[in-house]
């Protein structure tokens, strides 16, 4: 029970602490202020009652348009995070568009947070009426809760490291390849109620690392590791990292090509 509490809070909280991370780097390198703790405080309490909202009408969504609306719900939420992903990475090397950036983060956070803390609410609650474990689950919950601030604190500084170090906006590609993470899971939803067909994986990595392990958990939240993936996923994984880093970079291409051209 205390192993499948902390494995719980692993998987719904780890994206959460991650995307934080990610965002703090993000505000840092193009020299934004933080929100102040004001608008945290009121921003953590609206997360919270509409976690509870959505884990209360999950079962609700699972009927509508003949039993896929849970699907598509979180496929569309995952394809805006990827989204407003792209469009941080893109406006990364702008100075302007502060109240925009501020927005497209906190429309982000919001995102991750709400739908994580829906699912894990209900695996929660179903746990806790199961086992009846009070302090056991109230552990599993502490010693989850501390590894995921661990290692997002961990990878914090290793984003800090990477962008003074590296590459100055090293983060900001650590953000797209969460958003792609996202886009991936929008696919798996969209392969599950038939909108994309399933077809045979290309390989299978799980024998090196499982998806279930801590590390396979890692990667998944940060590079939307798949074991098996289809090819369907592959293309669109691909695609999905190269147009963005070529609208970013084609003004700088265009540029260059025309000043040597004059």
Same mark, same amino acid.
């Given at each position: 029970?205390?192993?499948?509490?902390?494995?719980?809070?692993?998987?719904?909280?780890?994206?959460?602490?991650?995307?934080?991370?990610?965002?703090?780097?993000?505000?840092?390198?193009?020299?934004?202020?933080?929100?102040?703790?004001?608008?945290?405080? #009121?921003? +953590?309490? /609206?997360?919270?009652?509409?976690?509870? $909202? @959505? !884990?209360?009408?999950?079962?609700?969504? =699972?009927?509508?348009?003949?039993?896929?609306?849970?699907?598509?719900?979180?496929?569309?939420?995952? #394809?805006? +995070?990827? /989204?407003?992903?792209?469009?941080?990475? $893109? @406006? !990364?090397?702008?100075?302007?568009?502060? =109240?925009?950036?501020?927005?497209?983060?906190?429309?982000?956070?919001?995102?991750?947070?709400?739908?994580?803390?829906?699912?894990?609410?209900?695996?929660?609650?179903?746990?806790?009426?199961?086992?009846?474990?009070?302090?056991?689950?109230?552990?599993?919950?502490?010693?989850?809760?501390?590894?995921?601030?661990?290692?997002?604190?961990?990878?914090?500084?290793?984003?800090?490291?990477?962008?003074?170090?590296?590459?100055?906006?090293?983060?900001?590609?650590?953000?797209?390849?969460?958003?792609?993470?996202?886009?991936?899971?929008?696919?798996?939803?969209?392969?599950?109620?038939?909108?994309?067909?399933?077809?045979?994986?290309?390989?299978?990595?799980?024998?090196?690392?499982?998806?279930?392990?801590?590390?396979?958990?890692?990667?998944?939240?940060?590079?939307?590791?798949?074991?098996?993936?289809?090819?369907?996923?592959?293309?669109?994984?691909?695609?999905?990292?190269?147009?963005?880093?070529?609208?970013?970079?084609?003004?700088?291409?265009?540029?260059?090509?025309?000043?040597?051209?004059?």
């Amino acid at each position: 029970m205390l192993i499948n509490t902390v494995l719980l809070f692993l998987n719904n909280a780890l994206p959460v602490f991650i995307i934080t991370s990610l965002l703090l780097r993000y505000f840092a390198i193009n020299y934004l202020d933080i929100v102040n703790a004001k608008k945290v405080f #009121i921003g +953590v309490i /609206l997360t919270v009652i509409m976690s509870v $909202i @959505l !884990s209360s009408h999950l079962e609700n969504l =699972s009927i509508i348009l003949d039993g896929k609306g849970t699907e598509f719900f979180l496929s569309f939420g995952a #394809i805006i +995070v990827y /989204l407003s992903t792209v469009c941080l990475f $893109i @406006l !990364s090397h702008k100075n302007d568009y502060t =109240s925009v950036k501020k927005y497209l983060a906190m429309l982000i956070f919001f995102i991750i947070s709400v739908f994580n803390g829906a699912h894990f609410i209900i695996y929660l609650v179903s746990y806790w009426t199961q086992a009846q474990q009070d302090e056991t689950v109230l552990i599993g919950i502490t010693l989850g809760g501390g590894i995921c601030l661990s290692i997002s604190i961990l990878f914090y500084f290793l984003l800090r490291y990477l962008d003074k170090k590296i590459y100055n906006h090293s983060s900001c590609y650590f953000l797209l390849f969460y958003g792609l993470g996202q886009l991936m899971h929008a696919i798996m939803f969209l392969q599950q109620v038939d909108i994309f067909s399933s077809s045979q994986p290309i390989w299978d990595s799980a024998k090196f690392i499982a998806e279930d392990s801590g590390l396979g958990q890692l990667l998944t939240v940060l590079f939307g590791y798949e074991t098996t993936p289809s090819l369907l996923q592959l293309v669109s994984y691909i695609m999905a990292l190269i147009l963005p880093v070529m609208l970013l970079k084609l003004p700088y291409i265009s540029l260059s090509f025309y000043g040597r051209k004059s």
